[in-house]
């Protein structure tokens, strides 16, 4: 059964299949670090747990609203990806399901723009509403360009040679968002634009950066799936595919549980900004302090995920990544708890967050070389779609947690005051991302190519 295909064989699959164009093609190689580059650049800007949270507090004092345009950005793309999978698997060429989709998400950036513009946000309730929205459609859009992404990204070059690139590129892409998130800390500064045009802005620079990645997309080089491939991939349904895929491989369920309880560690992420600017009274301009900080540790966990994607594999970047995510929440736990900590000592509470949102910036620049590789390398080849739609549509529901925290904090507010709130969230959730990890170091390593 091809759901019993050893890790070995899998990637010996992987690398003999679609001989029509070389792999690590120079050309390809230079589109896949330009389109990086670029669109790691125009994230930057709006960061879910810094610039679009920010935005919402301006909107609205709804902590269920802000929840959920915190998990709208990660659970607007993961969902939809095994509707995705279904969409490109069993197709030979995958090039128009990743440019389609891709001019037509990309567009509701400036869209929104426009929109802050023209209405100045006077109705704030409807702004949030158009927000949601527009995060929504962009990232279902590029879902479906996410999967043939990958699923091109599999075939065009080999693991080694991927884990490098990738990892360079998202270092580049990460210095320049520095660069990107000084700026927003000079747009977001008293004395700059006046809201709502501030933000605009900053959505138009983001559209700008999308667009570049765009064009340089268009250059890529596809390698189809070989007819024998092909023809397997289309031998049973969809779901029978997706059944067989959970069913069979257990190490497969493993890393879906790795995932789940690590991923939880979201529904505090979400609220980190919040409950450090109001705690320290801090003004918008430590939005922009937590976006260089969100950026600058982007760049040290690209380059701690690179080094560990080439010279060990993409298990290890798993291991770092999610000891990284029970660390954050610890930490804020830490300083939730102890309030004496923010009142004799707010510049060290501040620092800590500042170190909080580094972490996060590294933890988000993990997936490429760590889950996605590694599902990407275990999967076969005629179900490589199946399994990235799979795992992403579960992290999709796994975002759906800053909702739930939201309601949780406004609940527990009503009742024991929100202090208690924060120091119940973040332990439980630094409790399933530590066994989060734990789990994780039970994946078992993966020959190489």
Partial sequence: MAGNTSPEAAITLHVAASPAVPYDKPRNIAVYSGDTISFIAGLSFIPASTVLVGLASKLTDSKVLIGIVAMSWSVSWLIPQLVAARIVHGKRRQKPYLIIPSIIGRQLMLLFALWLVVTRAQDSLL?????IGSIILFNICDAIAGISWFDMLSRNLTPRRRGRTLAIAQLIGSIVGIGSGLIVERILAPGGLPFPLNYALIFGCTWSCFMVSLVICLFLQENPLSEETLSRSQEDSFLSHVREAIKSDEVFRRLLLTRF?????TMAAAFYVIFITRRLMLDDRAIGVFSIAYTVGGILGVSLFGMLAERFGARRVIHAATTLQFCAPMLAFIVAVSPGLTL??????????????AINGAVVRSPMLGFSGYTIDRAPEQRRAIYVGVFNTLGGIVGLAPVFGGAFLTAIAATLGEPVGYNLMFGA???CAGTGMLISFRLPRLQRA
Wanted: glycine share 8%; aromatic share 12%; charged share 5%.
């Fill in 127 to 131: 702004t949030v509403w158009v927000l």
């Fill in 261 to 265: 309880l690590s991923g939880v560690e």
């Fill in 344 to 357: 004799v000592a707010p510049d060290i509470a501040y620092g800590i967050f500042i170190l909080i949102l």
């Fill in 429 to 431: 959730v630094a409790l």
